[in-house]
Each structure stands twice: as structure tokens, then as C-alpha cells.
């Protein structure tokens, strides 16, 4: 057992250990606002498809396609998050996402890069009466002159109104 003075510097390292960790989001654009989501969760990038259409399923759930085999359910976040008209064209991307095991396509208008951010330029989110919920942001990633939404895609993806999982 260490004594308390030892205890107490350890949780200090540990805790400024955590104030330097860096973690990568893929940032991509949907209208003029660029956004950023854990690179770890993405399985690959796609061009854009046509996709099998689902009777019944919201707007915003483009349909399914088959992918090698899975069928994976294709959101489009841009009518999701109610921005304007939709254009398909050739920056039109479908990020492949693996939530919790379930395989998910998101539509984005473009993706730009993969960018690196430490925990002191990540700032928390407004509260603000948008279309999108704050409950989905994990802040403002602010760095040169940027700012990149980082959007926790865990919560968004696995919320009761994307109704992708089965809720128990």
C-alpha cells in the first residue's frame, strides 16, 4: 500500500496524462458546418449508391444496401438534422460505422480529413434550440481556424428516434 502523498501524485500524473490525450475524429461537412466523429468508429468510406428503399421508414432513412453480404441501413444526416435541400454528387459519401457491433451507413455531404485533437482544444457545446440535440454533442473541437462539431455518433445512432436498435 503507498501512503496518501504517493497516492495523491500518481492520480495527478494519471490525471494530466489525460489532459494531453489526443484522440483522432474523421471530420466531414454537412452544409457549411464541418463535423468530427471517433475515428475508431468508422469502418470505411464509400461513394454514394442507390439504396433499397424501406416502406414506411422515416425521411431521413435513405434504405438499406447490401454490403458484402450485411445490409446496412443508410441514415442521411443532412435530412436528419433538417439542412436544407439534399444534392448527391461526386463528394457525396457514405460513412460506414461499426455502434456497439450493429454496421450503420451515415450520408455525408463530403469528408475532408482526419484530425487530431487534445483534450484542452475540445470545448463543450452551447445549449442552443437547434435541430440537433446538444445530448449528441461531445463539444466544439476548435484548433487553427477551425471548429469542427464532434458529434458522440454512439448516443445519435443508438437513440430511440433513429430507431436502429431494438429498444428493451
Partial sequence: MGNLVTDSAEVQT??????????????????????GID???????????????IANAPEFMKGVINLRGIIVPIV????????GDVIYDQFTVVIILNISGRIVGMVVDSVSDVTTLKNDQIRPAPEMGTTFSTDFLIGLGTFDERMLILVDIDRLMLSPEMGLVENS
Avoid: C, P, W
Fill in 14 to 35: 494519471a490525471n494530466s496524462i489525460a489532459d494531453v490525450t489526443a484522440h483522432e475524429y474523421l471530420a466531414f461537412t454537412l452544409g457549411n458546418e464541418e463535423y
Fill in 39 to 53: 475515428i475508431l468508429k468508422v469502418q470505411e468510406i464509400r461513394g454514394y449508391e442507390t439504396v433499397t428503399r
Fill in 76 to 83: 442521411d444526416m443532412r435530412i436528419k438534422f433538417a439542412l
